[in-house]
């Protein structure tokens, strides 16, 4: 039963009894862990002492558990809350861009996966909400960074310039056809659902380059929209989550 310490994020917090909690915390060196909470909720001082701040969607901390082989969930003994995220809860656009961030990390990584590098990519886009005012969940140019550096990450990184179809460079042309089977583009016209105009690509090409893009907001909700159409093939289902990027 490894005892360990690490920094963490809340993905989920769910009730279990009048005293305990069922988290998700995204760590930094051992990836998601599912664990169970006993006490968290309760006011002694023992458990306020052991339990400190509580735990609360897209808030960060130090979290100490024990991994359990035989059992599903961790068990989560203490948590030291380090950031509060207030700017998340005075928002409602960027509670709902850190929720979509959450809800993704959760459903595309495995359990005790580490992923050193999207933990930062999830806390930049935490923290670059402090500033960022989107219009729209869509249009949050730190949401295009953050879906980027998650496929990345789980190994499914769009290819931004081989053609899918010839296996030959990318053409440049005002259109593309985005094939999610492949995961990359083509200049062939096929399927229209999947059809992508030169500034989306060229905009993707900027994120993978530098990790932001800077383009018109029209061209990031594009990409946002075309990277979370791509996510929800991969997953085969669409989240409740993802209708803030598709429809919002």
């Given at each position: 039963?490894?005892?360990?310490e690490d920094?963490?994020?809340?993905?989920?917090?769910?009730?279990?009894?009048?005293?305990?909690?069922i988290v998700t915390?995204?760590?930094?060196a051992?990836g998601?862990?599912r664990g169970?909470?006993?006490?968290?909720?309760?006011?002694s001082?023992?458990?306020v002492?052991r339990f400190?701040?509580?735990?609360?969607?897209?808030?960060?901390g130090r979290v100490?558990a024990?991994t359990?082989?035989?059992?599903?969930?961790?068990?989560i003994?203490?948590?030291?809350?380090?950031?509060?995220m207030?700017?998340?809860?005075r928002?409602?656009t960027a509670?709902q861009?850190?929720?979509?961030a959450?809800?993704y990390a959760?459903?595309?990584?495995?359990?005790?996966d580490?992923?050193?590098e999207?933990?930062?990519?999830?806390l930049a886009?935490?923290?670059?909400?402090?500033?960022e005012?989107?219009?729209s969940?869509?249009?949050s140019?730190a949401?295009l960074s953050?879906?980027w550096?998650?496929?990345?990450?789980?190994g499914?990184?769009?290819d931004?310039?081989?053609?899918?179809a010839s296996?030959g460079?990318?053409?440049e042309?005002?259109?593309?056809t985005?094939?999610p089977?492949?995961?990359?583009?083509t200049?062939?016209r096929?399927?229209e659902?999947?059809?992508?105009?030169?500034?989306?690509l060229?905009?993707?090409r900027?994120?993978?380059?530098?990790?932001?893009?800077?383009?018109?907001v029209?061209v990031?909700?594009?990409?946002?929209?075309?990277?979370?159409?791509?996510?929800?093939?991969l997953?085969g289902?669409?989240?409740?989550?993802?209708r803030?990027?598709?429809?919002g």
């Amino acid at each position: 039963m490894p005892r360990f310490e690490d920094d963490a994020v809340v993905l989920r917090a769910l009730e279990w009894s009048e005293s305990s909690q069922i988290v998700t915390l995204f760590t930094r060196a051992h990836g998601k862990v599912r664990g169970l909470a006993k006490g968290a909720k309760r006011m002694s001082p023992s458990s306020v002492q052991r339990f400190t701040g509580g735990f609360e969607l897209l808030t960060v901390g130090r979290v100490t558990a024990t991994t359990r082989p035989s059992t599903e969930l961790a068990s989560i003994t203490e948590w030291d809350l380090a950031q509060a995220m207030p700017h998340l809860r005075r928002s409602l656009t960027a509670q709902q861009v850190g929720c979509v961030a959450a809800s993704y990390a959760d459903a595309m990584t495995a359990d005790e996966d580490p992923h050193p590098e999207l933990y930062a990519s999830l806390l930049a886009l935490m923290n670059g909400l402090l500033d960022e005012r989107p219009e729209s969940v869509a249009a949050s140019p730190a949401l295009l960074s953050f879906q980027w550096a998650l496929l990345d990450e789980a190994g499914y990184r769009p290819d931004l310039s081989v053609d899918t179809a010839s296996g030959g460079e990318l053409s440049e042309g005002p259109r593309y056809t985005f094939d999610p089977q492949a995961g990359g583009f083509t200049a062939e016209r096929r399927d229209e659902r999947w059809r992508v105009r030169r500034e989306t690509l060229e905009t993707l090409r900027e994120v993978a380059k530098a990790g932001r893009a800077s383009g018109d907001v029209a061209v990031v909700v594009r990409a946002n929209r075309l990277l979370t159409s791509y996510l929800r093939e991969l997953l085969g289902r669409e989240a409740n989550t993802m209708r803030l990027v598709l429809k919002g």
